[in-house]
């Protein structure tokens, strides 16, 4: 498991807010920062922050002193999503303790998303539990509570209101895109997913929140919260990564350096580095494997372990973990030249 980070960290941000049950929708930090030795902590007490954890409304000039003019001409009202727009500052104390708040938990998304942060080293325990679900409209954000009235609104305005889902989580790509990276369908990728440069998402993959890429990396199959792949691994068409949210506890998935998980293959132990998981073939963490010298033992004892080889033994079925060396013929290059 990664080590989490106990350095604090801040930003300001345009937080949206509806009027009528007070949730917020979503808070956009435009620049969050890390750590909090080099903040400028007598513009947050000015602000009127006292700098312990926790969001205070600000005015606009004081988000113009701290970076973020364009902010403060964001405050507004829309009165077709019935929705507030206002300017936060939010500090955190201690990243390694639970998010308190919606606030919180958008700095922290936002974090990972801009790499400041690796998948692991935020807490973001009971996360579900700090964020609302949000109608995910082409207008915006909108409140569930009381849904249909919204969509009356629009229509008496002569205006159509598309949903594109109803979740917690809201595309990253609404807030952050990463250079260096390409994203065949931006609905696939949460926001707080850490996409190192020469990243490719393709249509079919998958990343959660505080999951992601170390390095280049083809994805066109799904990696779960808390996975954490490194540079130069391919995961194929319909692979799965099993996370810490369903059936991985807490223990971290990892996939070290230059690894083929194939094409609807799944892992539910660690890799270390140059490992290949063939095509069809689901290692989970009880899946009794045969090794090279005949010994039979649980994926478990594998978990980390690097040039190994996990194949189905075509004539008894059996699950092998073979030693091996080389490369698979690794990720092509023109596609990660992002």
């Known amino acids: 498991m990664s080590e989490l980070i106990t350095d604090g960290a801040w930003a300001v941000g345009l937080a949206s807010i509806a009027e009528q049950s007070g949730n917020v929708l979503e808070v956009f930090y435009p620049s969050p920062a890390l750590g909090l030795a080099d903040a400028p902590h007598e513009l947050i007490r000015a602000a009127g922050h006292d700098a312990g954890s926790g969001t205070v409304e600000i005015h606009g000039h004081h988000a113009a002193e701290l970076g973020a003019s364009e902010l403060g001409d964001a405050v507004d009202t829309d009165d077709l999503r019935r929705v507030r727009m206002v300017c936060v500052l939010t500090v955190i104390s201690d990243c390694s303790a639970p998010p308190a708040d919606a606030y919180d938990a958008y700095l922290r998304l936002q974090l990972s998303s801009h790499r400041l942060a690796t998948p692991g080293t935020l807490n973001f325990e009971g996360i579900f539990g700090a964020l609302t679900n949000v109608a995910w409209t082409d207008a915006g954000p909108c409140d569930v509570e009381d849904f249909a009235a919204t969509k009356m609104r629009f229509m008496a305005a002569g205006r159509a ?176 030249a992002n």
């Not at 066109?220 to 391919?234: H, K, N, P």
């Not at 890799?271 to 010994?295: H, R, W």
């Open 161 to 336: 209101l598309q949903v594109r889902s109803v979740d917690k989580f809201a595309r990253m790509t609404d807030y952050v895109v990463p250079d260096g990276v390409r994203i065949g369908d931006a609905d696939r990728v949460r926001l707080g997913a850490h996409l190192a440069p020469g990243t490719t998402v393709m249509h079919e993959g998958f990343v959660n929140f505080n999951a992601g890429t170390l390095g280049e990396s083809m994805v066109e199959g799904r990696i779960s919260a808390g996975v954490c792949v490194g540079a130069g691994s391919d995961i194929g068409g319909g692979a799965s990564l099993m996370g810490t949210l369903s059936g991985g506890g807490s223990e971290q998935i990892t996939v070290g350096e230059g690894c083929l998980i194939g094409a609807n293959a799944g892992i539910g132990i660690s890799l270390g580095n140059n490992c290949v998981v063939e095509a069809g073939l689901y290692i989970t963490a009880g899946t009794i494997v045969t090794t090279g010298d005949g010994a039979q033992l649980k994926a478990r004892e594998l978990s980390g372990a690097s040039n190994v080889l996990f194949r189905r033994n075509s004539t008894t079925g059996a699950v092998e973990a073979l030693e091996r060396g080389g490369d698979w013929g690794s990720l092509n290059p023109d596609l990660h």
